[in-house]
């Protein structure tokens, strides 16, 4: 503790002291607040100071305010309120995205038409979190761009901190990048190996800290919201993960030392859709067939759509109407089976991390007789450095990092410019030992069926594309962040986009510049 730091407490204290069961303990109380607030005190030396000294009369709520955000907190501290928000606005340009064959994002074309999205509200979302009985903990939080939806909503019973209780929708225990959240990722995106995670999803969880350094999380949960909700066979989806911090077990506060594992078994349901087989007009003998897509890819930095995807297919039927186009039944489905393991690790000293995932999974689609599988590896390593000193070990928090704090908040009298991150992450996907009979796989693929630049219905094909990002982060304050990134992708085989029927429309690398304006609180 330094001097400063010693004298605030010996303040603090004398003044509490003085006051006893007077009126004055609500000033000395709110002195208290101010050193917490002004960061010369944790809010655990404040708690240690003014336990026993809170007024018992008062009743008027305590506004507090850090970071930006602004809490109500009943008189008693036992109930909170705290208003939360994001909002992410993105720049795209990819080097597709141009003259040509794939120019401008065809509208014929729905992967394609992905590129055209030069500026992007990637999101806005408003919300509240807080407690209340002291020992429940809450978070609400809606998105707003289109049509308005919940993003999470859960309960904690967070009594304990070795044993804690989470209902609703929330995070599910899979993925170290899918935990940390968006505000404080590295990178504009995540990567290709948090596509093939389960995200948000209405569950029931339990979770805590058993001792310094651990952390573990299980969960029983729902693929789909609000339909098709009942996995195939009655079975639930489940997730779980561990994690030891080597750095946090030893008493070292400089570095982060971090492994975890994690596991994931997923049932659910999906949708088939009707398409002709044939590019004219429909008949009395025209084949429609029924697809669902099990999963998907799409490149770094949410640019090409599809550079895979794997499809079952669902009934068969037949238009009886002349040439009148006549859809299957919609209740026509498909189920999937998703099991995976999932490896991760952080190494950070001071201002250096490396941090990395591995996934191994695979994917089962049926209907009926008709399956599709196949087996998918995804993974990344991705390097941070601050230049201006801040240490990764202050913001890892309970197995994730968390918010950044700059050293010296942006400030142009003061000539201090925040904190400003450099860094770099190489990433990939792999499909492989994939099973067709009744169903398909597009996108970029070792072979391709006959007069096909993008799919074949037979056993044996794989795909994968590799992606190298630089990118920089500067944030400002704890509220406002830029980011700048570019990104190539190298596909491992030349296709043509799903709709574009054309053997010239290949392309087999995407170069993409992306900016960021992030603002939070």
Not at 202 to 216: D, E, R, S
Not at 232 to 245: I, Y
């Amino acid at each position: 503790m330094n001097f400063n730091k010693k004298l605030a407490v010996a303040v603090s204290g004398a003044v509490l002291l003085m006051a006893g069961q007077f009126a004055l303990a609500d000033s000395a109380t709110d002195i208290v607040d101010a050193l917490v607030s002004k960061g010369i005190l944790t809010e655990e030396e404040g708690k240690l100071i003014t336990k026993g000294h809170t007024s018992k009369t008062s009743v008027t709520p305590v506004v507090k305010e850090k970071d930006g955000a602004f809490t109500l907190e009943s008189a008693s501290g036992r109930n909170s309120i705290q208003l939360t928000g994001r909002m992410h606005l993105d720049y795209r340009d990819s080097s597709i995205d141009g003259s040509g064959d794939l120019g401008g994002g065809r509208t014929d074309d729905r992967d394609t038409a992905s590129l055209a999205d030069q500026f992007e509200l990637r999101r806005a979302r408003l919300g509240v979190k807080g407690k209340f009985a002291n020992d429940f903990k809450y978070e609400i939080v809606g998105n707003l761009p289109g049509t308005a939806t919940i993003d999470i909503a859960y309960l904690d019973f967070a009594k304990y901190e070795q044993v804690q209780l989470r209902v609703g929708k929330f995070k599910q225990p899979f993925g170290l990048e899918q935990l940390i959240s968006s505000n404080n990722i590295t990178m504009m995106e995540r990567s290709y190996l948090d596509q093939t995670v389960p995200g948000k999803k209405l569950g029931f969880q339990m979770m805590g800290a058993p001792t310094k350094g651990v952390t573990y999380a299980g969960s029983v949960f729902q693929n789909n919201d609000a339909e098709l909700n009942i996995g195939p066979d009655g079975k639930s989806s489940l997730a779980g993960r561990a994690t030891l911090n080597f750095a946090e077990i030893m008493g070292n506060k400089e570095m982060v030392m971090h492994l975890g594992v994690a596991g994931l078994e997923n049932n659910y349901s999906i949708g088939t859709s009707s398409s002709s087989q044939t590019s004219t007009s429909y008949t009395s003998t025209s084949s429609v067939t029924q697809r669902g897509s099990i999963s998907s890819f799409r490149s770094a930095g949410r640019g090409l759509s599809n550079i895979f995807r794997g499809q079952v297919n669902g009934e068969s039927c037949n238009a009886t109407l002349g040439n009148t186009y006549v859809s299957c039944a919609s209740e026509y489905g498909a189920s999937v089976k998703q099991r995976a393991f999932g490896l991760e690790g952080i190494f950070a000293t001071g201002p250096f991390k490396l941090m990395g995932e591995y996934s191994k999974g695979d994917y089962r689609g049926s209907q009926g007789a008709n399956t599709v599988s196949y087996d998918t590896k995804t993974y990344y390593l991705e390097a941070g450095y601050f230049i201006t000193g801040e240490k990764y070990a202050d913001s890892y928090k309970g197995g994730v990092f968390s918010g950044f704090k700059p050293k010296n908040e942006f400030d142009l009298d003061k000539g201090n410019l925040g904190a400003i991150e450099l860094a770099f992450r190489a990433e990939g996907f792999d499909v492989d030992d994939a099973r067709v009979s009744g169903g398909r796989l597009q996108g970029n693929l070792s072979s391709y069926a006959s007069g096909k630049v993008n799919e074949i219905s037979t056993s044996g094909a794989t795909s994968g594309a590799k992606t190298y990002t630089a990118g920089i982060r500067w944030i400002l304050n704890p509220n406002l962040v830029l980011k700048g990134n570019y990104a190539v992708t190298n596909l491992d085989h030349a296709y043509g986009p799903l709709d574009v029927v054309s053997a010239t429309a290949v392309v087999d690398k995407e170069k993409l510049l992306m900016f960021r304006t992030q603002y939070m609180f």
